[in-house]
């Protein structure tokens, strides 16, 4: 289709809008577009219809088809209630939670939900104001609901919000569900939505749960007298306007932590995100302020949570006293480690216990959970597959603990999904052992290195938007999976992984790989220890590599040296698969 056919289809559509039985600021909003000469807006806004992936919606705020407002949610959530209708047939009282963010429209997404599902009979527990993704996982299961939805963009920057769509597990949903409700949202048109609430079957919800919530939290404890110790550790935490701003500190005090200092303009909720470029604890920029903060009153440790508290970062001074932030796959590891190493020092560990990482989080982990004969189980990119993980063991194994490299933790298994607040308490209790044992985190994180190995994890985003976009990754991937690199860095590729066809070639000799599904990842592992991980991006226009190489670390003095051998051979891997 060329530019003057694909107007013409966008300009048919948005005269729907236009004539369509749509609010009067949405037509206003769409006829602006339509007498801009500019047609680039117009375009972006109608060319497709956003689409509900198996992890929900994820757009930009505005009129349009492909955008994020109150009529695309009311189709999703249309769609989201016929299939919770079928699948749930014949049985009395279904009900779903219903959760929402800081963001702006977060609050009016959220009403709409809960509006939709009441006039198709169905019971919504609507949350009172914002509340963590992780609490909206454990009230679905606390309250015996069979789905849940909370409208959140996580970390994304403030003109996108999002709909994340949740089973009767707590998690995100998976097959058959998922594209049992993709099909089902697929058939909806919005004169099909049913906008009116039945107002008898909205319940409104609050206190109760934090409470409940809040001592759930409590059970990923590990050792309460390293706390009782160490209440006065000295903690800086900032919420980036989000709703972690009124959970975390009470939970954190329930642990028994009495020293805890707030950022006061990030404790200001506002979707807008005024104090940062982008509300990403993974940028050092939007850490920024809990770093001059902890400066200030010379604190231990600076932790933040994403705008809906399901990640978090960590702030920590190194051995120049300088703050650094420990990466996701550092944090993954931390706590893996210290639940591991304690639980075993307490006679908690009795063989039956697992670990959960994904495929392109630190093999490190698996280093240490091999030597420590705790099981460990890879999964795909996305919480969801962790959740399935526990979903599957659950009676028969004790999940104690599973991460992403993306900043991602959970270290209980009441919610299924990530869960900041219950990290965040267990990155305090580690920071409060290292101090017992005279270390700071840092140098926790140099004795790790030094008992199981150096190695260095580097994510790289190649983004590539629109529809040629979208064709150039594919045919990125294409290439890959039948031409594969035969060397990285140095070293002889000796292992390829193909997820999307489920088969390996370790030393020359293909086998099957034992997966759940299916998933269009490749890896590559080096003689050496280089793994290279290639993946589309399910959310945004981006293709993603993961780099992880090994270094030699015989002391902490020793670490800048291996951080850069490792960057080397980084650079030369990312030259081999022709990204650099």
């Not at 796959?329 to 039956?352: A, D, E, P, R, V």
């Not at 630190?362 to 890879?378: C, F, G």
Request: hydrophobic fraction near 40%.
């Amino acid at each position: 289709m060329d530019n003057k056919e694909l107007l013409t289809e966008v300009e048919k559509v948005a005269n729907l809008w236009l004539t369509g039985n749509f609010d009067a600021d949405t037509k206003a909003e769409v006829k602006a577009m339509m007498d801009n000469p500019d047609k680039t807006e117009l375009i972006d806004a109608f060319y497709r219809t956003l689409e509900f992936g198996t992890g929900g919606l994820r757009g930009i705020m505005g009129a349009g088809t492909n955008r994020m407002n109150k009529y695309v949610v009311g189709m999703a959530t249309q769609g989201f209630a016929n299939y919770i209708n079928k699948a749930f047939k014949g049985r009395k009282g279904v009900s779903v939670v219903v959760g929402h963010d800081c963001r702006n429209n977060s609050r009016l997404f959220a009403e709409t939900v809960a509006n939709i599902f009441s006039a198709n009979g169905i019971k919504v527990f609507l949350f009172e104001g914002l509340r963590p993704t992780p609490e909206i996982s454990f009230a679905i299961r606390q309250l015996g609901c069979q789905a849940g939805v909370n409208i959140t963009a996580s970390h994304n920057p403030k003109e996108y919000n999002g709909y994340k769509a949740y089973w009767e597990d707590g998690a995100q949903v998976l097959a058959p569900h998922d594209t049992g409700i993709i099909d089902e949202v697929n058939k909806v048109k919005v004169e099909d939505v049913k906008f009116e609430p039945n107002k008898d079957l909205i319940q409104i919800i609050g206190g109760e749960l934090d409470y409940d919530y809040m001592v759930a939290v409590k059970e990923a404890m590990v050792d309460q007298d390293v706390i009782l110790r160490q209440k006065d550790l000295n903690i800086v935490y900032s919420p980036l306007h989000g709703t972690g701003r009124v959970i975390i500190p009470m939970c954190l005090r329930s642990w028994g932590f009495q020293n805890i200092h707030v950022v006061p303009e990030q404790m200001v909720i506002d979707g807008n995100f005024p104090t940062v470029k982008s509300p990403n604890p993974e940028n050092s920029e939007a850490m920024t302020m809990g770093m001059n903060l902890g400066t200030k009153v010379n604190a231990d440790l600076v932790i933040a949570s994403d705008p809906d508290a399901d990640r978090l970062a960590i702030v920590c001074r190194d051995d120049k006293g300088q703050w650094v932030i420990i990466n996701g796959n550092q944090t993954c590891m931390m706590f893996c480690y210290y639940i591991i190493t304690n639980m075993k020092k307490l006679g908690k560990l009795k063989g039956n216990e697992f670990l959960v990482k994904t495929i392109v989080t630190s093999e490190l982990i698996r280093e240490i959970a091999d030597r420590n004969k705790v099981r460990l189980y890879d999964e795909y990119t996305g919480f969801k597959w962790i959740a399935y993980r526990i979903r599957e063991l659950e009676g028969k194994e004790k999940y104690i603990g599973g991460g992403e490299e993306s900043f991602g933790f959970l270290p209980y298994d009441k919610v299924r999904d990530k869960d900041s607040p219950a990290s965040i308490c267990l990155i305090c209790e580690i920071a409060a052992w290292a101090k017992d044992n005279g270390m700071t985190l840092y140098e926790l994180l140099m004795k790790i290195y030094l008992e199981y190995g150096f190695q260095k994890e580097k994510a790289v985003s190649v983004v590539k938007p629109g529809k040629s976009g979208a064709d150039e990754i594919k045919a990125m991937m294409e290439q890959f999976r039948q031409n594969p690199p035969k060397q990285m860095a140095g070293s002889p590729v000796v292992t390829v992984k193909d997820f999307k066809t489920l088969r390996q070639v370790v030393n020359g000799k293909e086998s099957d790989i034992v997966m759940p599904d299916k998933s269009n990842v490749l890896q590559y592992f080096t003689a050496d220890g280089t793994k290279v991980s290639v993946r589309p991006s399910g959310t945004e226009p981006k293709i993603k590599f993961y780099f992880e190489a090994k270094a030699s670390m015989k002391s902490a003095a020793d670490y800048a040296a291996a951080d850069a051998e490792a960057d080397k051979k980084i650079a030369q891997a990312l030259k081999d698969m022709g990204v650099a």
